[in-house]
């Protein structure tokens, strides 16, 4: 496979061209992230259980480019696959989130040295492709940046 | 040292372009061409952002370091004194090139600083600094700026700024459906209120030269102060701000194959020598109490600090390498590689050009949207195959957003690129659709 192959593998241009978790609602609690360079936008939700302690969907909207647009799709995808298998207990907590979202930066930033574990990431782990390709790090993590403010802001309460 | 400022000689010229032997030898000058992207030779299309630098720039300033390192203006042992003048003689150099004098040309940063510099120098005279000689200049409420709605973003930003703090509005002259300055409606912009009129001498994105015909009597009529931003201008057409008749026109030197660090902002004397300074400290006063200071006139009113030395000798070389390759044939040159791409691009479906018709004066340039492709992924296909060419929006957000686009892939052409590069850019462009999976006119 070239660069270029491995960049824009067959499951990034699906998931960019019908991508999953499209469409927010009104009331969700968002996140807006942008990347100044190019114009991509992602505005991301996460949607907790009653308790609060569990996601249980991911819904975003955006534009831009087709890795940008992907990673949200992988993004979501994963979140509600996580979901799904919640008699099991395995829909996130913010911690597992953020485990989630900090093994995917240190991969992405690895410039190819570190793959996402296809075990854990599923789909999503086709994005391994964008480390290395510096200027595209930061299209493939606006939608988990989204996720990580949504964080943050649940954790100081607001 | 030979300038022999040649006229005004507007996109096409009558010279004959570079034979493919003279290409050779040029390109053989810029040793980053040598370099290799993805197993591919590569293909710089990015000169629009920054030129490549020929070795004899890169040595200019070397040795400068080298040889004669020194502070200038200050102190008196040699290498302080041959510091200075090698220093005073890049000023010399540029001056010659716009046919300006020495003390019209102050050294910036690059062109942000110069517009900044300007903007900042009229905002102190409207707050009542440089006494009655700024008093002229000052703004407040009820006058009026105006840029154009293809401005790059230094050339609005500033401005948008200057009329927040003196309660000035800014106004901008739209750009049509195609992203053509719309010329007619600038009577309508431009009038009694105008004060300032800050426009571009060719636009980043499209490429094509501004209406300053039309716009710069418009100005006059009104007595407004005009500010040519000529950042796309200068590495492609002499630049002559006296014969356009502006009053200040600003570049970057490293967009005309000299050194990042140094830009110039060319003023008219009058102009310079009432307004008040913008960044203030040592080398630009005559006399300091404790309560305040008395300001050289320009250029040292405007270049306080230690300036750019090395940059500044390093851009002198850079305007003598294309002094030496003639303006003439370089447009004439750029002329026949616009008119190829243009042409190129034209023929590929789905490809859409920002900017008005192929027929348009502009500079070898184009920016491109890909149907049903965003710019930054068209762009990854490009660098695949070793094609240096800028995605985004080139900071020219209104611009964009005025096409109905957020960003477009742009490729631009400097000295070195070749008829050949041109044909393998547009083959590169159209292979774009087809390796997202994209066919036909409206996939
Ligand atoms: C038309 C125009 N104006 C202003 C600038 C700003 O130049 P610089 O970033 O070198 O200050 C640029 C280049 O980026 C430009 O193309």
Redesign the pocket.
């Known amino acids: 496979m070239s660069g270029l192959e491995q960049l824009y593998q067959q499951i990034i241009m699906d998931h960019s061209k019908s991508p999953h978790g499209y469409g927010l609602t009104e009331g969700d609690v968002t996140s807006h992230q942008r990347n100044p360079v190019c114009g991509d936008e992602v505005t991301l939700a996460l949607r907790w259980s009653a308790d609060g302690t569990r996601v249980e969907e991911v819904a975003w909207e955006g534009s831009g480019c087709s890795i940008s647009q992907a990673s949200a799709s992988l993004f979501a995808t994963l979140a509600t696959l996580a979901a799904e298998d919640a008699e099991a207990g395995n829909a996130w907590t913010p911690d597992d989130l953020q485990a989630f979202i900090d093994e995917f930066r240190e991969a992405l930033r690895s410039r190819g040295q570190i793959p996402l574990d296809e075990e854990r990431f599923g789909d999503a782990a086709a994005l391994s492709g964008v480390s290395k390709f510096v200027a595209r790090v930061k299209c493939a993590m606006l939608a988990w940046v989204a996720a990580e403010d949504l964080l943050t802001r649940k954790a100081a309460g607001s | 040292m030979t300038l022999s400022p040649a006229p005004y000689a507007g996109g096409v010229t009558e010279a004959a372009p570079f034979s493919s032997a003279e290409l050779e030898h040029i390109r053989a000058q810029f040793p980053i061409l040598r370099r290799d992207l993805h197993g591919h030779p590569l293909l710089y299309l990015d000169s ?3 030129a490549q630098k020929p070795s004899r720039v890169i040595e200019a300033e070397a040795t400068f370091y080298r040889e004669a390192n020194a502070a200038v203006h200050r102190g008196a042992h040699t290498l302080a004194g041959e510091a200075t003048e090698l220093y005073e003689d890049a000023r010399g150099t540029v001056a010659r090139f716009l046919a300006v004098n020495d003390d019209e040309v102050i050294f910036t ?7 900044n510099l300007i903007a900042y120098a009229i905002g102190n005279a409207s707050l009542g600094r440089g006494g009655a000689a700024a008093a002229p200049y000052a703004l407040r409420e009820g006058d009026e700026i105006v840029v154009t709605e293809l ?5 609005l930003i500033p401005w948008q700024e200057l009329a927040a703090r003196t309660g000035a509005t800014l106004r901008f002259i739209p750009v049509d459906d195609s992203g053509a300055i719309d010329v007619d409606a600038a009577t309508g912009v431009i009038g009694a209120r105008t004060r300032i009129l800050a426009v ?1 001498h ?3 994105v499209t490429g094509a030269h501004s209406p300053l015909e039309t716009l710069v009597p418009l100005a006059r009529a009104a007595g407004a102060l005009v500010v040519l ?1 000529a ?2 201008s200068a590495p492609h057409l002499p630049l002559r701000p006296r014969e356009l008749d502006v009053d200040v026109a ?1 570049f ?1 030197g ?2 005309l194959y000299g050194p990042t660090g140094i ?1 110039v902002l060319y003023g008219r004397a009058e102009l310079l020598n009432a307004l008040p300074p913008f960044l203030t400290g040592g080398s630009m006063i005559t006399t300091v109490t404790m309560e305040g200071a008395e300001y050289l006139p320009a250029p040292q009113r405007f270049e306080p600090g230690t300036p750019r030395i090395a940059q500044a000798i390093g851009l002198a070389e850079a305007i003598r390498f294309v002094d030496e390759l003639g303006f003439d044939r370089i447009a004439a040159t750029e002329h026949q590689l616009g008119a190829r791409l243009l042409a190129g691009l034209a023929e590929l479906p789905g490809i859409r050009v920002l900017g008005a018709g192929i027929d348009a004066p502009r500079v070898a340039l184009a920016s491109v949207v890909v149907d049903g492709v965003h710019a930054h992924d068209a762009g990854q296909v490009l660098d695949n195959v070793g094609i240096a060419a800028r995605v985004g929006h ?2 020219a957000q209104p611009l964009h957003r005025r096409l109905g686009v957020t960003a477009s892939l742009r490729v631009s052409a400097g000295v070195h690129t070749t008829a050949d590069e041109i044909d393998q850019a547009v083959a590169a462009i159209a292979g774009v659709r087809h390796f997202f999976g994209l066919t036909g006119e409206n996939a």
Request: contains cysteine; glycine residues 6%; hydrophobic residues 25%.
């Open positions: 629009a952002a920054t940063s690059n062109a942000t600083e110069g517009l401005e790059h973003h230094a050339n571009s060719v636009s980043n931003d950042c796309q600003v970057s490293h967009k830009g080139h900071c």
